[in-house]
């Protein structure tokens, strides 16, 4: 089994708190106790490169801060942390996000990796200025995708589309390197925009079959492509010393959700066109019941937060089982995210990842650092074996 790569969360969509910051995904966000700060942000980018994260997706949305600027920002106050930066292809000119991406690629030093999302929402596409359908919206994010990476070769690019036309465009600054391309989406054109395109494939935390199911659903179709794509899981995490106090912590996030929160947030998230979307509305049911959709998973986050809604939780152990299970299922990279982001960076980054770098899952990506190990209270300090 090859060693995996994990991210963390730039909590950009109503800040961050104690509790569940519900919204987003076409739904209006709760306001988290800590604004989307400079000073916070950068807290937390920090911390996630300290702990051996390698970058922190940040994204994108009318209910959040623009990614592209705050990443920027953020940049400045970290050192090798990368930022996966989301964004949507169609409100920005392919040979603008082109340069766009290699200035940050170049004077960051190559920490720019790339979420390309196409908008699941139509009424929230509105809102930005784009009145195309879901199927259009796809075709039009694989014609971007081609105009871009055949920009980064440098060499002369003439396109003449359905939706973009360029001629003789070649970009003078290259990024170096060409940045990794990460892509979701359930949907028939979804799928097939990943397989030509994409670096890295993105799913939602579902149960380890499910996921199994897909990638290998992507992953065939790639190969018709020619091509190889890596795989990666966004999902959420609640990872303590103990099992017992995980579910502690899961029992206290749901009685922080009202049933008038869950009852608007669901309503909003209903008329999503996502069918990533609808897998999580699925698992979740609208209700406080049954929540545990598989062991250690749980689907509680998704009932008042769009996008992704299941979370690991338990002890640091059965956290590191589960991420197994994943991996064996075809998964290399997983975009995690915790409440707060701040505090649960810590605990997954002193608790689980240690355990998963004992059983040759990890390793720290910056050379010369060593995993810090969580000490529960009251105990002797862990020494790496």
Request: hydrophobic share 40%; with cysteine.
């Amino acid at each position: 089994m090859t060693e995996l790569t994990f991210h963390w969360f730039l909590p950009t969509n109503g800040g961050d708190g104690r509790q569940v910051v519900g919204g987003g995904h076409g739904t209006p966000a709760d306001s988290g106790g800590r604004p989307a700060s400079v000073a916070y942000l950068g807290q937390i980018a920090r911390s996630a490169e300290q702990l051996g994260f390698e970058a922190a997706l940040t994204p994108t949305g009318a209910w959040c801060e623009d990614a592209w600027i705050t990443t920027a920002m953020i940049a400045g106050v970290s050192e090798r942390l990368k930022f996966l930066v989301a964004f949507r292809p169609g409100l920005t000119a392919p040979f603008l996000a082109a340069q766009m991406a290699g200035t940050f690629q170049n004077l960051s030093g190559g920490r720019l990796l790339l979420n390309i999302v196409t908008g699941g929402e139509s009424h929230e596409q509105r809102m930005f200025g784009d009145f195309l359908d879901k199927d259009g919206r796809y075709e039009r994010c694989g014609e971007f995708l081609q105009i871009v990476r055949e920009l980064w070769t440098g060499r002369p690019v003439t396109f003449d589309g359905k939706y973009y036309a360029l001629e003789d465009a070649v970009l003078a600054q290259l990024p170096d390197p060409a940045p990794r391309i990460y892509f979701g989406g359930s949907s028939p054109a979804a799928l097939d925009v990943a397989a030509r395109h994409a670096d890295v494939y993105l799913t939602w935390g579902e149960p380890p079959s499910a996921v199994a199911e897909k990638v290998n659903r992507v992953r065939k179709l790639a190969e018709r492509e020619g091509r190889h794509l890596d795989f990666g899981l966004r999902v959420h995490t609640i990872a303590r010393d103990t099992a017992q106090e995980a579910w502690a912590e899961a029992d206290r996030l749901l009685a922080g959700i009202s049933e008038e929160q869950i009852a608007k947030v669901q309503a909003g998230l209903r008329r999503s066109e996502s069918e990533g979307q609808r897998r999580m509305l699925a698992l979740n049911g609208g209700t406080k019941d049954g929540l545990e959709v598989y062991p250690n998973l749980w689907a509680g986050v998704g009932l008042v937060r769009g996008g992704a809604g299941t979370a690991l939780v338990g002890s640091h152990a059965q956290i590191a089982d589960l991420i197994e299970q994943y991996a064996a299922a075809g998964i290399s990279e997983l975009v995690l995210s915790g409440y707060p982001h701040l505090e649960e960076a810590y605990r997954f980054g002193e608790g689980v990842l240690p355990e998963l770098a004992r059983r040759g899952l990890w390793r720290h990506p910056a050379p010369g650092r060593s995993p810090a190990y969580a000490v529960p209270f009251g105990a002797a300090p862990i020494r790496e074996a």
